[in-house]
């Protein structure tokens, strides 16, 4: 079993940066994928971004974070990281990091195997 553990939530304005941390352990992850997905209360939650743990790394993005946002991953710590700028007011919300051993499937959120607990971004104004 995988272990997520996100940080890096916080206040931002519209249109600031922040950058959010997944941290993994529990398996290697060769063949494993982590994305990011975003839940506004009483709603889904939507797919943000996704990376392939394998060598070449290809990413996946959700239109809304096209060009804004950028995942990227540092394998010798086993941490995902998610890149938000120009954050946008409607995008501020509660984020969580997830995992698949398939990244074709890493865009649908009743196909991740593991969640992190999430972590909160916060209209600072």
């Known amino acids: 079993q995988v272990q997520l553990v996100e940080s890096g939530g916080g206040l931002v304005q519209a249109g600031g940066s922040l950058r959010l941390s997944c941290a993994a352990s529990?398996?290697?992850?060769?063949?494993?994928?982590m994305g990011w997905f975003r839940q506004a209360p009483g709603k889904e939650r939507d797919f943000v971004a996704a990376?392939?743990?394998?060598?070449?790394?290809?990413?996946a993005y959700a239109d809304s974070g096209k060009g804004r946002f950028t995942i990227s991953r540092d394998n010798a710590k086993n941490t995902a990281y998610l890149q938000m700028n120009n954050q946008r007011h409607e995008h501020m919300e509660d984020y969580y990091c997830a995992g698949t051993r398939k990244f074709q499937v890493a865009v649908d959120r009743n196909k991740n195997d593991d969640w992190g607990q999430g972590t909160q971004v916060t209209d600072a104004s």
């Open positions: 990376i392939n743990w394998s060598a070449g790394g290809a990413t």
């Open positions: 529990g398996r290697t992850f060769s063949g494993y994928a």
